[in-house]
């Protein structure tokens, strides 16, 4: 699958994808340090106390509470360890700072973030009813910038909606999630999973752990908890699919704009020392890069390490290229072996994975517009007075997005005769009609239409996602229609979490069927909605990547050639 040389456009979307993802041999305690639900704010977990609150709409929060111990000193660029134990009651009511990752400027100019970030959040609704069905969400940023904390996941309108728990979770990004490197490796029994190089993996496989030891306490059920995730988090979502690691954690999945996206740990060892030789160069030990190789050759792997951990989160995140907006470059998922196997998503076509679950698959109808409209602060003549090239360029893109990250995706899981049912989506609200109007008003619905994590507010029933554009894209006159959208998939989201089957009985909603292999039969529902109501179809199409690359060939290959200097995303 992601093994096979790429298209001209293929590596690129995969990159595109990535813009927008009991662990360390401890000891854990028994269950029975565990209180049960009371339908009370305090709440004793394994580790400790916790005083959460009423967050308004009868729903119950609890901000910041650790999963895991800080990663930082000797556990940095280690697999996470347990919590440590602590006395009298934590006031959970404050989120932690974000995990260390460059700024973005659509952001703010700085970002409040500190190594120790392995925190979870949960709300759930306020009343007395336990085992309630657990929602585990992982946050995009392309595995380099984001927080459980931004504002679009706040869960309490998820939570509150759908009758369930809903824990967001931050993890390890960038060079200190996902980082491998010879000298960093311990030759001692058991360090595999410290050798791994997967450190947000592993977070996110930790803080699920924790979950699984620790969610009845606030009335959820460790038996029913389905994981979900945007863009990287979709991709880490397929990561926990593959990863023996994360085997009995989770009972279903939502995977939404990802793709599966893996790298050979050689591909992580070049970067790596890439990165020890820029920082060389830039604390004047080497006073050129060939000079910094030579002092590199030279140095023991003791050195090397010690190196390493000397440089704060900054130098080391100022030694990786920028892709723009916060991101960085080589934010991967290795195929180390023992997190992710060596064959990497190759194991989804054999079907030798561990975690068959049901699983929810879909991305969005113009997914790449946002990079392009993006795209055009850095270029401003790239698409002016060129509205045609920009919806060609976006439609092709964004199908071969669909091919790869939901449809090829969809199909190889239906091979096998052991997987759960698979279920995907295609996402519409906002892109044109077929009159060419958006139900988003003005130049937004044309620039954005139904972009990447357009569909974000919608799952969770919050409306402030794209922050200052929130108000030009979410309007009194598109209201009636997106919320009723949002109600609908909401509803889906509530019953796939309880039975593994979106469709709920009596709903009077469109029977969301499971993908078919066979042609013309069942494969995505269309989630999309007018002014007024929502619109939601059943569709027997199935993308190909030849249709597509047959597309890009004869209407836009020779502009998106041409564009190599300024959308270096777009070739490969």
């Known amino acids: 699958m992601v093994r096979k040389k790429a298209s001209i456009l293929l590596l690129p979307l995969l990159f595109m994808a990535l813009l927008l993802s009991t662990v360390g041999g401890c000891q854990r305690s028994t269950e029975q340090g565990l209180s049960a639900w009371t339908g009370d704010v305090k709440v004793r977990t394994l580790y400790g106390r916790v005083e959460g609150k009423a967050s308004g709409d009868e729903v119950m929060v609890w901000k910041g509470i650790p999963y895991a111990k800080a990663p930082v000193g000797d556990l940095r660029w280690k697999a996470p360890r347990d919590p440590d134990r602590w006395k009298g009651m934590l006031e959970a009511d404050e989120f932690c700072s974000k995990c260390p990752q460059a700024s973005s400027n659509l952001l703010t100019d700085t970002v409040k973030a500190d190594e120790d970030c392995l925190y979870l959040n949960i709300w759930r609704p306020e009343s007395d009813e336990d085992e309630l069905p657990v929602y585990f969400w992982i946050h995009g940023g392309g595995n380099s910038m984001g927080a459980a904390s931004d504002k679009g996941y706040d869960g309490a ?4 909606n759908c009758k369930m728990v809903v824990v967001s979770v931050n993890y390890r990004l960038g060079p200190l999630g996902w980082f491998t490197c010879e000298a960093l490796r311990s030759n001692e029994p058991g360090s595999e999973l410290d050798n791994s190089g997967n450190y947000g993996t592993l977070d996110l496989i930790k803080a699920l752990t924790w979950v699984k030891d620790n969610i009845a306490a606030f009335g959820g059920d460790p038996g029913r908890v389905t994981v979900a995730g945007e863009s990287a988090g979709a991709i880490n979502i397929f990561s926990l699919l593959i990863s023996p690691q994360a085997a009995g954690l989770f009972h279903g999945a939502i995977a939404q704009s990802g793709m599966p996206v893996a790298l050979p740990v050689e591909t992580g060892e070049e970067s790596a020392r890439e990165v020890i030789v820029k920082l060389l160069v830039a604390d004047g030990t080497a006073a050129s890069k060939a000079a910094a190789q030579a002092y590199l050759d030279q140095m023991s792997d003791g050195d090397v390490s010690a190196y390493l951990r000397s440089k704060t989160a900054d130098q080391l995140l100022g ?6 907006f916060g991101m960085i470059s080589l934010p991967f998922i290795f195929e180390d072996g023992t997190v992710i196997p060596e064959a990497g998503f190759d194991v989804l076509e054999t079907g030798n994975y561990p975690n068959k679950v049901p699983i929810i698959i879909g991305s969005n109808k113009e997914e790449t517009k946002i990079f392009l409209f993006l795209a055009s602060f850095v270029s ?3 698409f002016e007075n060129k509205d045609d090239l920009y919806q060609k360029v976006a439609s092709v893109t964004s199908d071969l997005w669909k091919v790869k990250g939901v449809d090829e995706m969809a199909s190889s899981l239906r091979e096998q005769s052991d997987q759960p049912a698979v ?10 009609d077929a009159s060419g109007s958006s139900v988003i008003p003005g130049e937004w619905g044309f620039k954005l239409g139904a972009c990447h994590a357009m569909d974000v507010p919608f799952f969770f029933g919050n409306w402030n996602f794209f922050d200052v554009l929130s108000g030009s894209v979410f ?19 509530a019953q796939f ?3 593994g089957d979106p469709s709920p009985d009596g709903s009077g ?23 007024s109501a929502a619109s939601i179809t059943m569709s027997t199409v199935e993308l190909t990547q030849g249709e597509v690359m047959s597309r890009v060939d004869s ?6 050639d041409s564009f190599s200097g300024a959308l270096p995303f777009l070739v490969g």
């Open 380 to 382: 401003e003549d790239l």
């Open 423 to 432: 279920y995907a989506y295609q996402f519409l609200w906002g892109a044109a």
């Open 157 to 160: 309108n998820l939570a509150g």
């Open 475 to 493: 309007t009194a006159g598109n209201r009636p229609g997106r919320e009723a959208l949002s109600g609908a998939m909401q509803a889906f989201v």
């Open 497 to 499: 979490v309880r039975t």
């Open 509 to 531: 909603l469109v029977e969301w069927m499971p993908w078919s292999n066979t042609a013309g039969e069942p494969k995505c529902i269309l989630l999309n909605a007018d002014l």
């Open 555 to 560: 209407e836009v290959r020779q502009v998106i």
């Open 319 to 324: 030694a990786y290229e920028s892709t723009g």
